[in-house]
Nanobody, 123 residues
Framework: HVQLAESGGASVQPGDSLRLSCAAS????????MGWFRRAPETEREFVAA???????YFAHSVKDRFAISRDYAKNTVYLQMNSLELKDTAVYYC?????????????????WGQGTQVTVSS
């Protein structure tokens, strides 16, 4: 099994930046894609960004010009750099890991999920 632990969530103002971290532990050898999803109150979980072991990245249209994803293979950690945060970015952000190499934007691709970290953007 793979355990995922997110950190970095906070309350910020519109226009601020924030970096989320997700540390993977356990049987991480087979992990290929690591991704971020989010769920705002009374909404469905939605894809945010993902990165394959190869380094290829994917982004939701709503964040692609503001967010960046990176991965430290030595630390088994993935980061989500969020810039120019907007009110609509308020959500619980979840890290996920998959041994599959396809379907980065699909929740069913991922076998492992973290507990989530709250990001609140308010003025």
């Amino acid at each position: 099994h793979v355990q995922l632990a997110e950190s970095g969530g906070a309350s910020v103002q519109p226009g601020d930046s924030l970096r989320l971290s997700c540390a993977a532990s356990g049987r991480t050898v087979g992990v290929d894609i690591m991704g971020w999803f989010r769920r705002a109150p009374e909404t469905e979980r939605e894809f945010v960004a993902a990165i394959e072991a190869s380094g290829r990245t994917y982004f939701a249209h709503s964040v692609k010009d503001r967010f960046a994803i990176s991965r430290d293979y030595a630390k088994n950690t993935v980061y989500l750099q969020m810039n120019s945060l907007e009110l609509k970015d308020t959500a619980v952000y979840y890290c996920a890991a998959s041994s599959l190499g396809v379907g980065a934007s699909l929740p069913d691709t991922y076998s492992y999920w973290g507990q989530g970290t709250q990001v609140t953007v308010s003025s």
